[in-house]
């Protein structure tokens, strides 16, 4: 899905290194649950937190240590989203869809 929307890159720190989130931007002009799922996304991003009480796990040191290895620079974080959250791929992709349908 990510290739649909426009993402910007914040600068990040994790674990006193620097790095960068790339997180969609908020479409304006998309329906209210696309909108908040990917707020949600953004905010679980931004403060570790999403509000249907999903964490987001940080990669670890090693985590990171072998994506490094791999040749990645990006290391992926992972988020389990509770049933239902508009963060989800259950529900944000389809409304994704739909809205580009529209377009
Ligand atoms: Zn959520």
Do not use: S
Not at 19 to 28: A, E, N, R, S
Not at 73 to 98: I, K, S, Y
């Amino acid at each position: 899905m990510n290739g649909h929307l426009r993402h910007t890159a914040h600068p990040a720190t994790v674990d006193d290194e620097q790095g960068l989130l790339v997180l969609p931007d908020v479409p304006d002009d998309a329906p209210e649950v696309l909108r908040e799922g990917i707020a949600r996304r953004r905010i679980t991003a931004t403060t570790g937190r999403c509000r249907c009480g999903a964490v987001l796990v940080m990669p670890n040191r090693a985590q990171r240590r072998q994506a490094a290895r791999r040749g990645g620079t990006f290391t992926t974080v992972r988020v389990e989203h509770e049933d239902g959250c508009p963060a989800t791929n259950d529900v944000l992709e389809p409304a994704l869809r739909a809205w580009k349908a529209t377009r």
